[in-house]
């Protein structure tokens, strides 16, 4: 006698095998074939963009980066470059572009 809930349990692991797939495949496109960034430990030169880690803030950002300027003005400045980011809400594994120079 064959039960019910054999199939249903059959169905569940193929939707959840592909919900996974769905998931994963995209992160995994884009760490391998993202462009890598460069940096030479104790180099506070401003880059094109920054990854971001867990604790980072604008505010963080733009006074490891730009030690030597005014941080409001750089925290507008990268904000400019990244309009769809919402400050508030950073994710890590995000990139952040920077700017080269901040006027």
């Known amino acids: 006698m064959k039960h019910r809930y054999t199939s249903v349990a059959k169905v569940g692991y193929v939707v959840l ?3 996974s797939l769905v998931v994963t ?3 995994w496109y884009r760490v391998m074939f993202a462009e890598p960034i460069v940096v030479v430990e104790g180099d506070k030169q401003p880059l094109e ?3 971001v880690a867990p604790g980072d803030t604008l505010w963080g950002l733009a006074k490891e980066f730009y030690p ?3 941080t409001g003005k750089v ?3 990268i ?3 990244n309009p769809g980011i919402d400050p508030g809400k950073l994710q890590v594994g995000q ?3 920077l700017p080269k ?3």
Do not use: G, N
């Open 17 to 19: 095998t592909v919900a």
């Open 25 to 27: 495949v995209p992160l």
């Open 49 to 51: 963009a920054v990854m």
């Open 68 to 70: 030597d300027q005014h």
């Open 75 to 77: 925290v507008e400045a």
């Open 79 to 81: 904000r400019e470059l």
């Open 95 to 97: 990139w952040i572009r």
């Open 101 to 103: 120079e901040v006027k």
